[in-house]
């Protein structure tokens, strides 16, 4: 009998070793028990995950695709398939390298499924940018992707950056990419077809990165690891040329099944494949191309090198695939066949080194974990407004939160991505969405990610909920209609009851959010144990949403566009300043009540700025977020820079607390600007949905004049305002 | 006439460029690999941007020794027209087949945004749809782009009116605020002393149609198939 200290250290339970003698009925050989290590840790098995994931809706408005290791939508004759993906403790660990491979990991499930990447988002999250260490992750997971993304030449065409004490120790990357390709070109993750040759194509195999998944992204951070080692080096040129020899193979019509080797690398694979076509694998490893010497077999099946794939190709078929691969100076090797025994076999030189039921090793165990609600949510729900101080320059507070580092510009970032090659990006990084069109029709995708993270501290359930209504209404100020999900969902130890806890709620707000949007949740990640010493990171389940614009010339964005435009206001004001970056800011607070989502309300708005803006009428449309009012009027003014227009909003009359109305985080707002011949027949819309409506003032010269009934509270000129916006980021990294 | 974007490991611009000559510009064009060793009756060569062989070592210090190099040099010799846009400009740098050398940007990032150039010289066979000093919006995409020529040689581009297009402001001041990279001049592209090949950092393709927000660079493949298909002469 094994010792337990071996398999312990490996991440495998007693009761999980027990389960392995049974189904083999025997000891298992090193390589084996390395395979089920890998295949049963957290990051491959979500083995506390699953039974909550099974809650998300799975269909939606648009018929949806669910393959093995993405999925997507379709739209006509076209396929829409996308994911999002975590690499966050690698990051934390070795910033541009961790990033670098989180891009191309998730480039590779999109091409893959036979799709072509057509834009990357990436939704970063770090610590307060007043230590250091933050300032050099920034830097290196910005420069990894930059690195990464712009040699593959798939334009990264928006994120978000996030700053909150919760990520020092623990940063979050998560990359989202998009691909599209005609249906009948989609492949999947399977192996079938006894006889049918096993191909391994793109780099060699070397040691790195083993154990990756199994130790850094099933286990929280303790103080003073050396876990450098385990992170990968990505290299974008061999995977810019497994792209373009990939989709070539695909169209010739020879493949059979395709699986990028990511987590679990050859492992993975092998078993994956072959249980997701309900078939086993004959597979020799000295076949494997290698870059290092003396590999024992458990390191072969164990290594996370980067830029390969397994390949299932039709018998006799095998030399055209090789040649073609070939042509781009890529490895291409037969390393073995489909069987039709179920099982998985791995040999060295002939001599069998693993042996294991396909089915049962991807079966990793499924947990029903406990949960409690956590203590502090008593204690932080209570906020005591009058205890808060009024500001007396309204003015200040603007433009301090216009510089807070969550709000101000993020061009410093975007600006080093690549964000319009394959020049399809019709509306650039910068407005609530990002709109790529697509080539051949006169359709346009839109694509957004969000997530509150503090309000999904403070409220779970609808912070959850609110991430993805905020997604949206980034959608639809884009003049897309919302289509669907796919979400990275980043918790902390799942083995914490109250850590759990928080998971099952958000899992419960996307679920009944999204079933409200008909919005599928077609793809998606989990990635746990994200804690520091110190503490968890916030709740994080972050939400990339795709929408669909049918006429491409009726795409929108938020910035103003001429003077003496009429400035309406969807939805209302409420005295909500729980949760806001208002308060954490300027009050140093972060605590209160979440905002309130009405998901009727909320569609109300969201119909009525989707008709306005398929119909022509709108000249901008910007959704009230972060900041509040305030905030995103100021971001309507000066989003660009070369044609900045002012506002005045002088027929606001709410009778609340100015810092409330300037700030506040109501949610289910939409600012839009139109000509005046417009509004009328953007009433009648609002009208129709039962949305609220109301004029607010009208764009004008360099300034932005906010009046609450006839008391002035803000008069910004526009300079003043954009030098806090766009320069503060900048500064505060490389300063 | 018949246009060609050739292909090395590592392109990512060359898609766009064919995107654009066939379905914008609506004239015959083909990829040619990099491991070609003939052009086929070719008119303009376009080498595409990108990270050809990875950028690895140094920008285009690779690209220049495959095959397909010494087709093109022979098709230069012969007058044929050539664009080299972004990495492409890089390789035809580093294949000697344009004066000067490329340096990482000052700021030392990756710079993808509009730019403005001024159009300096309007009698090349890439620029005659252009005025003189008529000021462009074409976006840069690119790490290395700060162009570094000598006294001499800067004297000797001048001289020749080799210096095509300068990075400016929307108004067309050019000086050192409006300068992305740090390239010696402002320079953001130029000719060989024939004036037959042109080498541009800013990517025309990624302005060539309304969609995309500026036209500007559309005029740049629109020139030279007028200079082609009505034998003018620059």
């Known amino acids: 009998m094994l010792r337990p200290d071996i398999y312990h250290s490996l991440g495998l339970s007693d009761k999980e070793y027990l389960q ?13 028990l390395a395979m089920f290590s890998v295949e049963w840790s957290e990051h491959c098995g979500y083995l506390c995950s699953r039974k909550w994931l099974k809650i998300l809706p799975k269909t939606g408005k648009y018929k949806t695709l ?33 990033a670098a491979t989180g891009v191309g990991g998730i480039i590779r499930d999109i091409f893959t499924a036979g799709a072509r990447p057509i834009a990357c988002l990436d939704s970063l999250r770090f610590g307060p940018l007043s230590q250091a260490y933050n300032k050099y992750l920034i830097r290196g997971v910005v420069d990894g992707i930059q690195f990464y993304g712009n040699c593959v030449g798939v334009p990264t065409v928006g994120g978000e950056i996030y700053f909150d004490q919760s990520y020092n120790g623990n940063c979050l990357v998560n990359a989202m990419c998009i691909g599209v390709t005609k249906k009948d070109k989609l492949m999947r993750a399977r192996a079938f077809g006894a006889g ?7 780099s060699s195999t070397g040691r790195d990165g083993i154990g990756g998944c199994s130790i850094l992204a099933s286990h929280e951070f303790k103080e003073g690891e050396e876990k450098r080692p385990t992170v990968q080096v990505g290299d974008p040129f061999t995977e810019k040329c497994l792209i373009e020899a990939t989709l070539e193979a695909i169209a010739t019509g020879y493949l059979v099944g395709i699986k990028d080797m990511g987590a679990a690398g050859l492992t993975c694979c092998t078993s994956e494949m072959a249980s997701a076509g309900n078939s086993g694998m004959d597979v020799e490893l000295q076949a494997v191309p290698r870059r290092e010497k003396k590999m024992e077999p458990w390191e072969v099946m164990m290594s996370e090198s980067q830029e390969r794939m397994l390949v299932c190709v039709k018998k006799g078929k095998e030399e055209q695939i090789k040649k073609l691969f070939l042509k781009w100076d890529l490895n291409a090797s037969v390393i073995g066949k489909v069987t039709s025994d179920g099982l998985v076999t791995i040999r060295d030189n002939g001599k069998i080194v693993a042996r294991i039921n396909a089915r049962a090793l991807t079966k990793a165990p499924v947990y029903a974990m406990p949960y409690r609600k956590p203590g502090y949510l008593r204690k932080l729900d209570k906020l005591e407004l009058n205890r808060i101080p009024a500001p007396k320059d309204y003015n200040k507070v603007l433009l301090k939160l216009m510089a807070a580092p969550s709000i101000a510009n993020k061009a410093w970032a975007y600006e080093q991505y690549d964000h319009m090659v394959q020049t399809n990006t019709v509306v650039l990084p910068g407005s609530d969405a990002a709109v790529l069109r697509l080539k051949g029709t006169n359709k346009a995708i839109a694509a957004t990610t969000d997530c509150n993270s503090r309000y999904c501290f403070l409220n779970p359930y609808r912070g959850a909920q609110i991430a993805i209504a905020e997604a949206a209404r980034n959608l639809v100020c884009s003049g897309a209609r919302p289509a669907a999900v796919t979400d990275c969902l980043n918790f902390g130890n799942p083995e914490k009851p109250e850590s759990f806890w928080q998971f099952k709620n958000c899992l419960e707000g996307i679920a009944d959010a999204c079933k409200s949007f008909k919005v599928a949740v077609v793809s998606g990640n989990v990635s746990f144990y994200n804690e520091s010493p110190k503490s968890a990171i916030n709740p994080t389940p972050a939400i990339g949403m795709i929408g669909i614009i049918n006429d491409i010339d009726k795409a929108c964005s938020q910035n103003f566009k001429q003077e003496g435009d ?34 009727e309300l909320e569609q109300a708005v969201q119909r009525t700025c989707l008709e306005a803006a398929e119909k022509g009428l709108v ?23 070369e044609k900045m227009i002012g506002a005045n909003i002088n027929k606001l009359s709410y009778g609340m607390r100015p810092d409330a109305l300037l700030f506040g985080e109501s949610q289910s707002r939409i600012i839009l600007s139109c000509s005046a011949g417009s509004v009328e027949k953007i009433r009648k819309i609002a009208l129709k949905f039962k949305a609220p409506f109301c004029i607010i003032g009208k764009t004008a010269g360099r300034v932005l004049r906010i009046l609450n009934d006839t008391k002035e509270l803000i008069y910004l000129p526009l300079e003043y305002l954009n030098e806090e916006w766009s320069g503060s980021l900048k500064k505060k990294i490389e300063g | 006439m018949k246009f060609a974007v050739v292909v090395f490991p590592g392109s990512n611009c060359d898609q766009d460029c064919f995107y654009i000559i066939k379905d914008v510009l609506k004239r015959p064009v083909k990829y040619i690999w990099h491991k070609d060793t003939a052009l086929d009756g070719v008119d303009c060569v376009v080498l595409p941007g990108g990270f050809s062989y990875g950028d690895y070592l140094r920008t285009g210090a ?28 890089q390789i035809l740098l580093e294949a000697g087949l344009l004066p000067g050398v490329m340096l990482r940007n000052r700021g030392l990032h990756f710079i993808c945004k509009p730019v403005y150039i001024k159009a300096d010289n309007n009698q090349t066979r890439f620029t005659n749809l252009y005025n003189i000093g008529q000021v462009l919006k074409i976006p840069i995409a690119h790490n290395e782009g700060n162009y570094y020529i000598d006294a001499k040689g800067l004297k000797e581009l001048k001289d020749n009116h080799q210096v095509v297009f300068r990075y400016c402001s929307a108004a067309g001041d050019v000086n050192d605020r409006y300068n992305p990279n740090g390239a010696v001049d402002n320079i953001a592209g130029i000719t060989n002393k024939k004036g037959n090949i042109l080498g541009m950092m800013p990517h025309p393709e990624r302005s060539s149609e309304i969609k995309l927000g500026s036209t500007d660079g559309y005029f740049i493949f629109k020139s030279i198939i007028d200079w082609l298909e009505n034998k003018k002469t620059c």
């Not at chain 1, 392995?20 to 084996?32: A, H």
């Not at chain 1, 009429?566 to 949760?579: K, M, N, S």
């Open chain 1, 66 to 98: 669910i393959g093995e290791d993405s999925g997507g939508i379709i739209i006509g004759d076209l396929a829409i398939v996308f994911k999002m993906e975590s690499h966050n403790h690698p990051s934390q660990i070795e910033p541009k390298q961790g």
């Open chain 1, 196 to 202: 049918n040759a096993i191909m391994y194509v793109g």
């Open chain 1, 566 to 599: 009429t400035i309406i206001l969807l939805g209302c004001c409420r005295q909500e300043l729980g949760a806001s970056e208002y308060l954490k800011e300027i009050h140093n607070l972060n605590m209160g009540a979440v905002p309130r989502l009405d998901l």
């Open chain 1, 20 to 32: 392995v003698l049974k189904i083999l009925k025997r000891e298992p050989t090193n390589t084996e």
């Open chain 1, 619 to 641: 000249h901008s449309a910007h959704d009230c977020s972060e900041g509040g009012l305030a905030v995103a009027l100021a971001e309507c003014c000066i989003s660009d820079k």
């Open chain 2, 62 to 89: 690779i690209a220049r020794f495959s095959p397909v190099m010494n087709a093109i040099t022979g098709f230069a010799k012969k007058g044929g027209s050539i664009i080299g846009i972004c990495n492409g400009f």
